[in-house]
């Protein structure tokens, strides 16, 4: 596997998945770090824009991502006075290195009501137009469930012994939440590829082109 990928994965003991493994962990998971040039990357269902980085500026609609199933992540960030104090993750599919919420730190007493901990999802994605690596996490109902039924999405093809890695845009779309209007994060896949593909693609053995044709490397 490519240094690009693996790069993504916390847990180096974590084994490589057939597709029909796959779909059973994120079957399982459902039930139940910090990468250094990474750009990481959140969502304001406020004004429904993505910030990246540092200087919060906005993604590119149009721009294309490889999504790496294993980098994706459960965890809970903890709010105090707007602002993080806490925050655990562990990947989506190693069920055991799930941490419950009594196992938290307490970082109360918190002034209002959002304050306190509370789930959070996220994932690695690769860009395909420089190979750069972004981080998605959000806290939201609604972010969290675009990242489930992505999941979902991932499992399905796996048992059905399709490709299974998203090639996704960063989209949104709006809802009405107690007569408020909000956004929320969605992540439509624009192809399915194989892993050997993914593969050969970041190795440089395959163009964009071909990745998006659904092309398999010789």
Not at 15 to 32: C, M, V
Not at 94 to 101: G, H
Request: charged share 25%; aromatic share 10%; hydrophobic share 40%.
């Amino acid at each position: 596997m490519s240094n690009a990928l693996t790069a993504f994965m916390s847990d180096a003991n974590l084994p490589a998945l057939s597709d029909e493994a796959l779909a059973d962990a994120i079957e399982e998971a459902q039930g139940g770090a910090a990468y250094d040039g990474v750009t990481y990357v959140d969502f304001s269902g406020k004004i429904g824009d993505y910030r990246c980085g540092r200087d919060k500026e906005s993604i590119d609609p149009g721009r294309l991502f490889l999504l790496e199933p294993m980098a994706v992540l459960k965890g809970w960030i903890c709010w105090k006075g707007g602002r993080p104090v806490g925050r655990v993750e562990w990947q989506y599919l190693n069920t055991n290195a799930a941490v419950k919420l009594d196992e938290l730190e307490d970082h109360g007493p918190y002034d209002v009501n959002s304050d306190g901990w509370s789930e959070s999802r996220g994932f690695g994605a690769i860009a395909l137009d420089d190979r750069s690596q972004f981080k998605f996490s959000t806290n939201s109902a609604s972010g969290r469930n675009s990242v489930e039924d992505l999941m979902t999405s991932i499992k399905d093809r796996a048992k059905a012994k399709e490709a299974s890695m998203p090639i996704i845009k960063f989209g949104k779309e709006t809802f009405v939440a107690r007569g408020n209007r909000n956004w929320k994060p969605v992540f439509p896949a624009q192809a399915w590829v194989s892993r050997a593909a993914a593969e050969a693609f970041l190795q440089g053995k395959m163009s964009q082109n071909d990745l998006l044709n659904g092309i398999q490397p010789s």
